[in-house]
T-cell receptor
Framework: GQSLEQPSEVTAVEGAIVQINCTYQ??????LSWYQQHDGGAPTFLSY????GLEETGRFSSFLSRSDSYGYLLLQELQMKDSASYFC????????????FGAGTRLFVKA | DTAVSQTPKYLVTQMGNDKSIKCEQN?????MYWYKQDSKKFLKIMFS???????INETVPNRFSPKSPDKAHLNLHINSLELGDSAVYFC????????????FGQGTRLTVV
């Protein structure tokens, strides 16, 4: 079966750096995405990795190691508005493309 | 302009009723989806359509019937609603199937009483 694991909660202080890890077990792996969701809001796409390595988008970076079935989202210079849930999502290929979401990591940013 | 819009935003209904949620995207995307997010925030894909054709049906009960009249619209009809159907339903779209950047609608919070 397909599974993703990420921590349920992470707490950090404003200005700090936080890393949210994601490990997955899938067949037909195509890529790893990250989404942010504020309470009451819709998931918003943050980044995508298809190949090994680091992708940087402003304060957010995402990393993928296909051989380790592992990725992470790195958030730098944390701001209070970064308090939200962060989902890793694996896209797999097999009879069409399908994206499976992890259970989400709740990030609390404290002053 | 809202990229992916779904209506209604809130829906409260009694068990056994039939209800529909509408979704429209103005991004010119080929692929549209329905996701269900439960009270624990677990986001699970229900259906995926590509150019009006059903691509993925994730063993959703057949009380749920999606309809895509054209590639910009994907509606969800639910028959004989049950308490367990209470959740937030998100419509989403992406440029094509393999494009992992999905744009989500604001969600429809369905409460079955």
């Amino acid at each position: 079966g397909q599974s993703l694991e990420q921590p349920s909660e992470v707490t950090a202080v404003e200005g700090a750096i936080v890393q949210i890890n994601c490990t997955y077990q899938t067949s037909g792996f195509y890529g790893l995405s990250w989404y942010q969701q504020h309470d009451g809001g819709a998931p918003t796409f943050l980044s995508y990795n298809a190949l090994d390595g680091l992708e940087e988008t402003g304060r957010f970076s995402s990393f993928l190691s296909r051989s380790d079935s592992y990725g992470y989202l790195l958030l730098q210079e944390l701001q209070m508005k970064d308090s939200a849930s962060y989902f890793c999502a694996v896209t797999i290929r097999g009879g069409g493309f399908k994206t499976i979401f992890g259970a989400g990591t709740r990030l609390f940013v404290k002053a | 302009d809202t990229a992916v819009s779904q209506t209604p935003k809130y829906l409260v209904t009694q068990m056994g009723n039939d209800k529909s949620i509408k979704c429209e995207q103005n991004l010119g995307h080929d692929t549209m989806y329905w996701y269900k997010q439960d009270s624990k925030k677990f986001l699970k894909i229900m259906f995926s359509y590509n150019n009006k054709e059903l691509i993925i049906n994730e063993t959703v009960p057949n009380r749920f019937s999606p309809k895509s009249p054209d590639k910009a619209h994907l509606n969800l009809h639910i028959n004989s609603l049950e308490l367990g159907d209470s959740a937030v339903y998100f419509c989403a779209s992406s440029q094509w199937q393999a494009n992992t950047e999905a744009f989500f609608g604001q969600g429809t919070r369905l409460t079955v009483v």
